[in-house]
């Protein structure tokens, strides 16, 4: 049987379409083992940047850690640091830590890995973008971590075993601006005055009030004592045998009559005008007409005529008060005359008659009239000196608040605005600066009530605000720091009470625009809480409340406790 030969194109088609099947199988083979090995150095590739990542997640948290902790010093700073990088494992590191204790964590870090660890502390150069050493404490720490021999997964195939991967970071404290903004108004001396007996006792405010007598020079004026007392008009001084020595002690209704004669009558006149007579023997006698006095006779002794010596005693007079407390003899301390405070301890609407001190006289409602009607420097220039509260414990608070600034040496600026002024508005008391001493100063040297008595809270933002628009710097984190123990309700130079709460809220949000953040305290019951948390929230600030009804130390321990939280707040940055 015959075959036909294949004609040349026939031969090249089965050459070309199975002749010779190998040749696939072989490029299939090659390209496969190709595709294995990038996969591989993929998946390699793909776990040295996974591990560096997370390894620079790692040391950033322990770097901002350690910053956030160099208040305490470095080494709590360090401890930080060797807390976190156990706390954020790196690999399959955390096998190792799972289920231990942090502190047996750490020592097992420290034992495997801490050939890798650098850290240094000092202060941070902008300029060169280094850390370099300070004679301070430090505000930067810089964190270096390397691990080596990390397993590769299938890089033995390829004769690597191991990589090593590093990571660096470095975090500051971010210089503060701050703006105290202290309240002076004449509630601040509220919690030393006769009303704060219902609050804190009697006993406890007039050991306050007598502390402040003391603090004052223990001043003597005519025969005040410190405890309130009647007064007692005398008569004339004998000039012959037979006459007689009589006094009047005066108690509003009621009148205590002492002769060192025989009485042959005693007549009052009352508020209503009648006239009561009364026949007591001799010595002391009590008596009580029923209403008011306003004028007494006593008839005892006799004159060279034989007649009745007739002693008259106007209780309608203020200068038979003045007369019977030895004042008309004694210059009223700070310009003026007694008249006003003779009126406060006679008036029946005021504090000092509420509390039972009415007609009596002494230091101690002495000390409260200043408080109460004299609380201007102007009008009382030494009461800064005394321990008003709660003025005093906020003085001792920000005394406290700006040593623990000082003492932290961050490069921190301070300034101290006040409301109100002698207009009402705010007054700048101390520029941004690091004169913290200066500030110190002009804090414990004002009084509550010191130019003006009421409360405008816009009035201190304002300023507050103004200085940080012209002498903040750039860098610097921007914060005010405001209180209040009261109300707002001073408002373009009047008492209004909507339109200063308004502004109060307005100067929140031009505070916030500009990104300063205004941490608020209100302490007391009368304070505005809610318009202070809403300021607090308007500029992503902090609000502490500090409720009444305290002592000056029970506020003072309040208030360092919240001014030390403000002061250990240190904003932090990552420089590196």
Known sequence: MLRRSASPDEEMSQVRFGRKPGIIVVLAAVMMIVMMAMLAFSIDVGYMYTMQSQLQRSVDAATLAGAGSLIDGEAASTDAIHEYLVRNPVGTQWKEYDNQPVSESVQHFLTNYSQGLDVSY?????????????????????????YDNMPFFFGHLLGRESFSIRAESAAAYQPRDIMV???????????????????????????????????????????????????????PAPTRDSHAQVSVEYQYNKIVVNSTKSYNRVRVRRADNNIVTYYPSSGEATLSPGSQVREVWVYSGKNADGSDQIHYFNFTQRS???????????????????????DYCMSGSNQNNSKGFRYKFGYQNLIVFWLDQRSLNSQMPDMWKASAQPITALKSSVTMFVNFIQQADSDDQMGLAVYNGPDGEGVLESILADDYGFIIAQANQRQAGHYHNYTNIAGGMTVAREELDVRARAGAYKMIVLMTDGQANWNNGGVNSSAARNAVLEEAYLAADRGYVIVTISMGAGADKNLMQQVADITKGSHFNIPGGKTGEEYAEELTEVFQQIAGYRPLRLVQ
């Open 122 to 146: 000092g202060d941070w150069d902008d300029s060169t973008k280094q850390i370099v050493p300070s004679n301070r404490p430090a505000s930067t720490v810089k964190v270096s971590m390397r």
């Open 181 to 235: 903004v202290l309240d002076l108004s004449g509630s601040m001396n509220d919690d030393s005055e006769f009303n704060a007996f219902n609050t804190l006792g009697a006993a406890h405010v007039t050991a306050n009030q007598y502390q402040m007598y003391e603090e004052l020079g223990s001043p003597i004026y005519g025969n005040l004592e410190f405890t309130p007392q009647w007064a007692t008009a005398k008569g």
């Open 320 to 342: 038979t008060f003045e007369a019977a407390l030895g004042l008309d003899t004694v210059n009223y301390p700070y310009g003026g005359n007694w008249n006003s405070y003779l």
